[in-house]
């Protein structure tokens, strides 16, 4: 997981007390036939979204539709 992803919940969840929404996202380099890392939001997830829903930070995913990629990659 890039540290970019866990320095940025960590702001939003320990310093800000606003409430917002962490979009986890696709790397802008990966080519329209590679699936996303859902490994990697899973990991996300649990690491800092384990006990449901903090009140302050939620986590939402970014998904590629078909403008960006192959049928079969935004299908899975």
């Not at 320095?7 to 007390?17: D, I, K, L, P």
């Amino acid at each position: 997981m890039p540290a970019s992803q866990q320095s940025t919940t960590g702001a939003q969840r320990e310093g800000s007390g606003l409430r917002g929404r962490f979009a986890f996202g696709y790397l802008q380099s990966l080519g329209p036939d590679e699936v996303m890392d859902f490994d990697a939001i899973a990991a996300m997830k649990a690491r800092h979204f384990a006990g449901g829903p903090s009140g302050l930070l939620s986590l939402s995913v970014s998904a590629r539709g078909p403008d960006r990629s192959v049928g079969p990659v935004w299908r899975a």
